[in-house]
C-alpha cells in the first residue's frame, strides 16, 4: 500500500493499524495515543471510548475471544499503562492475541512527568513489550507484532514515544505486506498410530468413560466426534467451564467439570473409570483439584499433552493430535460398542434433578439465587448472548444448561472480580445485533461500575444481572466458615436501579421474581440498556464453597 505525501508519523502509523484490518478500537486517550487515534478514527475504525484503561483492555479480551481474532486495545503512557496490569495477566492465561497500542513517554525530554519503564512491568505480566524508536520501521514492527499476537496468542503492547509519532514521515513510500498474508496456515496434526492403538486398548478396557471437553475441542469443531465417541463407549459428556454448552443438548451430558459440577454429575464421576479429556489443558479447577474422579484413568487428547498441570500430574496417557481427528480416529479404532454405562434413568436425572438440593432458611424479601437463575434460564430467549463473571455467585449461573457453546463467554483464568462490564461491552462490539445478558455479582460490578456511562453513551445492548447479595460472598462465607467477623465483607443491598438511573440506564430491583415476564417483555423489545438487580440471600452457600470452607453447625 502506499503512502501518501506530507504525513506524520501517527497517520503512517493509523494506516498501518488499518492495513491489519483493525475495525475496532476499545480507547482511553492522553497525550501519548490521541493523535494516533483520532486518525484511526478518522479511516473508519469504530472507537470504543472507555471510561478506564483496564476496560478497555478487558472490553478487548472479550472481543478477542468472541471473534476468535486479534483485537486493539489502545491507552496513553505512563498511568495510562499501568491501570492494565489486571487484565494483562488475564489474557495471557487466557491466550488472548491482543494489540495494545501504547503511547511512551518523549525521548527528546530529560524528564517527563508520566515517564516510567513501561517494560519490566508489561513482561512481569507474561504480555511481551516492543519499543519502538526508529520511525520508519515502525509499520514493519506492527506488522511483526500482529504476527507474533497471533502465533503466540498472547498481548502485544506496542510502546512509542510520542514526540516520535509527530515526527514528519521521512520512511518508505509503501506499507508492509499485512500480518494475514504471511501468515502460515498449518493442517491439524493426525495421531501416530502408535499411541492410536495404545488408546484403543484403554478405551476398550473401560466400562464407565466420560468424554472431556475443553476449549481447545471447542476451537477443532470437535464437538460431534466427542459425542460419538460418547455414544460408541456407552459413556457420559461433560466440559471445562469455558465450553459450557458444547454438548448443550446431549441427554448424556452431565454439565460443567470441576467446581461447578451438579450433584448427579457428581455421582456419575465418582464411579468413572476413564476421562477422555480432549482440547483441554486439565486446569486445577477443571479437575477438582484432583478430587472429581477418584478412579478414573485420564487420557489427554491434545495437540500439546501434558503431565503435570497447574502443579498436579493430571493425564498418565496421552494422544498428541488435533482434538477432532484424534478423537474420531479414536472411535473408529474401536470396535462396536460391548459395554453400555448409559440408562434411561441416567438421563432423566440429568435432565430433572436439581443442581444443588441442599435447603436454606432464607428472609422474606429476599430471593434464593437459585430460583433467580432457573427462572432466567427457561425464559431469557436462547439466542440472546450470555457472559459470566467472577465471585461465590458464579455457581449460580454457571447452571443454565440449556444454552450452546457459542452463546458463552467465560474469562476467569486469573480469577480477578471486577471484568464482567468489560468482557460484556467485548461481546456486545463483537454482536451488535444480539442482545448480552452480563451475569455478575454486586461486589464486582461495583468495581468498574463507571462503564454503565459507556455502555449507554455507545448504546451496547446489554442486560446486566446482578445477583446481589449485598456483600462480597466469597469471603463472607470464608470468614463465617473461620469464625471470624465478616466485618469488610459485608455492604448492604446498594440501590443499583437508582445507580443505572444516574448513567441514564434503565433499572429495576427484584425482591420477588413475580415482575419478571413483564419486566422480560420490555427488555426484549428494546435495545436500550439495562440493569436487574436480584437481592438474594446471603445464607445461600454454593457447594464449592460448602466443600471447601464448611461452615460451623450455628451460623451468625
Ligand atoms: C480484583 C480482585 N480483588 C479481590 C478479589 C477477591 N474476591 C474474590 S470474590 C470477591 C467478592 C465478589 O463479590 P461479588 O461480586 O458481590 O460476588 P459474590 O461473591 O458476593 O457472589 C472478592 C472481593 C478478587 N478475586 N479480585
Ligand atoms: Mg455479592
Keep these: 500500500m502506499k503512502i501518501e505525501a506530507n504525513l506524520r508519523v501517527y497517520d503512517v502509523l493509523a494506516q498501518a493499524f488499518m492495513q491489519e484490518n483493525v475495525r475496532t478500537c476499545f480507547a482511553l486517550l492522553g497525550d501519548a495515543n490521541m493523535n494516533w487515534a483520532a486518525r484511526l478514527a478518522q479511516q473508519g475504525c469504530r472507537m470504543i471510548y472507555v471510561r478506564h484503561e483496564h476496560c478497555a483492555l478487558a472490553s478487548a479480551m472479550a472481543y478477542a475471544r468472541k471473534n476468535r481474532d486479534v483485537a486493539v486495545a489502545t491507552v496513553t503512557c505512563g498511568p495510562g499503562v499501568t491501570q492494565l496490569i489486571t487484565a494483562l495477566p488475564a489474557a495471557v492465561r487466557a491466550h488472548l492475541p491482543l494489540i495494545v497500542f501504547a503511547g511512551e513517554a518523549p525521548l527528546k525530554s530529560g524528564w517527563y512527568n508520566q515517564e516510567i519503564d513501561q517494560a519490566p512491568l508489561i513482561t512481569a505480566t507474561g504480555a511481551a513489550y516492543h519499543r519502538l524508536h526508529l520511525p520508519e520501521r515502525m509499520p514493519v514492527a506492527i506488522r511483526d507484532a500482529f504476527l507474533q499476537a497471533r502465533r503466540e496468542r498472547r498481548p502485544v503492547v506496542i510502546g512509542i514515544p510520542f514526540d516520535l509519532q509527530a515526527r514528519p514521515w521521512e520512511g518508505p513510500a509503501n506499507l508492509p505486506k499485512p500480518s494475514h498474508e504471511l501468515l502460515p496456515r498449518p493442517s491439524p496434526i493426525p495421531p501416530h498410530p502408535d499411541d492410536l492403538a495404545k488408546a484403543a486398548q484403554l478405551l476398550a478396557a473401560a466400562e464407565r468413560v466420560v468424554v472431556f471437553a475443553g476449549l481447545g475441542a471447542v476451537e477443532a469443531g470437535a464437538g460431534p466426534a466427542c459425542r460419538a465417541l460418547a455414544a460408541k463407549t456407552g459413556g457420559l459428556l ?215 456511562e459507556t455502555i449507554k453513551r455507545h448504546n451496547l445492548n446489554i442486560l446486566i444481572v446482578v445477583i446481589n447479595d449485598g456483600a462480597y460472598g466469597s469471603e463472607v462465607h470464608k470468614f463465617r466458615s473461620e469464625g471470624l467477623p465478616d466485618d469488610g465483607s459485608v455492604f448492604g443491598y446498594c440501590d443499583f436501579a437508582a445507580i443505572a438511573r444516574g448513567f441514564g440506564v434503565g433499572g429495576k430491583t427484584f425482591k420477588t421474581l413475580d415482575a419478571l415476564p413483564k419486566a422480560l417483555s420490555e427488555v426484549a423489545s428494546s435495545s436500550a440498556p439495562a440493569i436487574w438487580d436480584f437481592h438474594v440471600s446471603d445464607k445461600v452457600l454454593s457447594p464449592s464453597i460448602r466443600r471447601a470452607h464448611p461452615q460451623p453447625a450455628k451460623q451468625k
Design 238 to 452: 461433560m466440559t471445562t467451564l469455558p465450553a459450557r454448552g458444547l454438548f448443550h443438548d446431549d441427554p448424556f451430558c452431565i454439565g460443567i467439570a470441576g467446581s461447578y459440577t451438579p450433584e448427579a454429575g457428581l455421582e456419575y464421576l465418582k464411579e468413572a473409570d476413564l476421562v477422555v479429556a480432549v482440547g483441554s489443558s486439565l486446569a486445577y479447577h477443571a479437575g477438582g483439584g484432583g478430587q472429581l474422579w477418584p478412579k478414573a484413568k485420564t487420557l489427554q487428547i491434545d495437540v500439546d499433552p501434558v503431565a503435570i498441570s497447574q502443579g498436579q500430574e493430571v493425564a498418565k496417557h496421552h494422544l498428541r493430535a488435533d482434538a477432532r481427528l484424534g478423537v474420531e480416529a479414536l472411535t473408529a479404532a474401536l470396535p462396536a460398542r460391548t459395554k453400555n454405562w448409559r440408562t434411561e434413568a441416567m438421563a432423566a436425572r440429568i435432565r430433572d434433578s436439581k443442581p444443588d438440593s441442599m435447603k436454606f432458611d432464607i428472609a422474606p424479601g429476599l430471593l434464593d439465587p437459585r430460583d433467580v437463575i432457573e427462572a432466567l434460564e427457561k425464559s431469557l430467549p436462547r439466542d440472546w448472548e450470555m457472559v459470566n463473571s467472577g465471585g461465590h455467585c458464579s455457581w449460580w449461573y454457571a447452571q443454565m444448561p440449556s444454552r450452546p457453546q457459542e452463546k458463552f463467554l467465560t474469562l476467569r483464568e486469573f480469577g480477578a472480580i471486577g471484568n464482567g462490564i468489560s468482557f460484556a461491552m467485548g461481546v456486545a462490539a463483537a454482536r451488535p445485533d444480539q442482545k448480552v445478558v452480563l451475569f455478575d455479582g454486586d461486589g464486582s460490578l461495583m468495581m468498574h461500575v463507571q462503564e454503565l
